[in-house]
């Protein structure tokens, strides 16, 4: 089992920046695929990035670029670090965690989730 914990949602200005923490516990964190999704009120959740427990990192087009995804398995922490961010970045941000998973960017390939923490971007 992992339960993974988001933080550091919140209101920012387009073109301003935020970095997301998902915390998870147990102590083979490093052998698990991470991923980033993303859900908006009436849309579908998508995925954003991925990095295997290799550090290879995968991107949606949509943020390449603009976001970076990093882990820190001394902290079983992954990260999210979003740069020049606009209003339709806007969504509840969700952590996943999967031990399979040919690509990475399906949710269907994850296992586990965290209860997203909300991304605003407004002026």
């Known amino acids: 089992q992992v339960q993974l914990v988001e933080s550091g949602g919140g209101l920012v200005q387009p073109g301003g920046s935020l970095r997301l923490s998902c915390a998870a516990s147990?102590?083979?964190?490093?052998?698990?695929?991470m991923g980033w999704f993303r859900q908006a009120p009436g849309k579908e959740r998508e995925f954003v990035a991925t990095?295997?427990?290799?550090?290879?990192?995968y991107y949606a087009d949509s943020v390449k670029g603009r976001f970076t995804i990093s882990r820190d398995n001394a902290k079983n922490t992954v990260y999210l670090q979003m740069n020049s961010l606009k209003p339709e970045d806007t969504a509840n941000y969700y952590c996943?965690?999967?031990?399979?998973?040919?690509?990475?960017?399906?949710?269907?390939?994850?296992?586990?989730w965290g209860q997203g923490t909300q991304v605003t971007v407004s002026s």
């Open positions: 996943a965690a999967t031990l399979f998973g040919q690509t990475g960017t399906r949710s269907s390939e994850y296992n586990y």
């Open positions: 147990g102590r083979t964190f490093s052998s698990y695929n």
């Open positions: 990095i295997r427990n290799r550090g290879s990192t």
